[in-house]
């Protein structure tokens, strides 16, 4: 059998050539078998009605066995005669054929080198597209945790407004300056007790020097 891969001849056939020969081949050796088996039956047949034959079946089994060998031998040398004639004039596709999908080959002919380099810049447009898209959704991530910032502020602002309707209500004036002067307040109270803890640390190193 041929080892020719014969791409071009399967991609227009929708086989191998080579699978098909096999076929044949596979079709004719089987024929081939039954067809002695045909002739040894008959021969049994014969032989059974002559009286005093001494020809026994398994005799016959042989010389039916080495017929089958020497046509098979003849046989293979034919075939592979056939073969080689069908696969140059049936089953292959000229040097000078286009098959119709192949056509826009022929409109826009490309070499291995510019073929190689669309390849490399096709590779590069995946890669920018892959990076755009991590920066896409980075984008969205961060978009997502800025709504939920603003959600949070907005709980806070509405806390305050709260807060200052309830000074309000019990006449406290502006919420942000009460606030203002709370955090003030806060301050001058951390400061005295910072004071009160100096001056308590110096009159306990005071006492232990007496």
Do not use: W
């Not at 088996?37 to 066995?65: A, F, H, N, W, Y």
């Amino acid at each position: 059998m041929s080892v020719d891969p014969m791409i071009y001849e399967t991609q227009f056939f929708g086989f191998t050539p080579q699978t098909c020969m096999l076929r044949i081949y596979i079709a004719f050796q089987d024929y081939l078998f039954e067809m002695m088996l045909v002739v040894e039956g008959v021969m049994l047949k014969k032989l059974d009605g002559i009286p005093g034959c001494r020809v026994s079946p398994s005799q016959i089994r042989k010389c039916t066995e080495k017929f089958l060998l020497f046509m098979k031998e003849h046989f293979d040398k034919l075939f592979a005669k056939m073969e080689e004639v069908l696969q140059q004039l049936v089953l292959s596709i000229p040097k000078n054929v286009l098959l119709p999908e192949d056509k826009v080959q022929e409109q826009y002919p490309y070499s291995k080198e510019e073929f190689q380099a669309l390849q490399d810049e096709l590779q590069q447009l995946q890669q920018q597209c892959r990076a755009e898209a991590a920066v896409e959704q980075g984008l969205r991530a961060e978009l997502e945790e800025q709504k939920a910032v603003k959600a949070e502020l907005e709980k806070i602002l509405q806390c305050f407004d709260g807060l200052e309707s309830i000074c309000r209500e019990h006449g406290a004036g502006n919420f942000k300056e009460s606030f203002a002067l709370l955090t003030q307040n806060s301050k001058k109270l951390q400061d005295l007790m910072k004071d009160v803890v100096e001056k308590s640390k110096k009159m306990m190193q005071h006492d232990q020097l007496m």
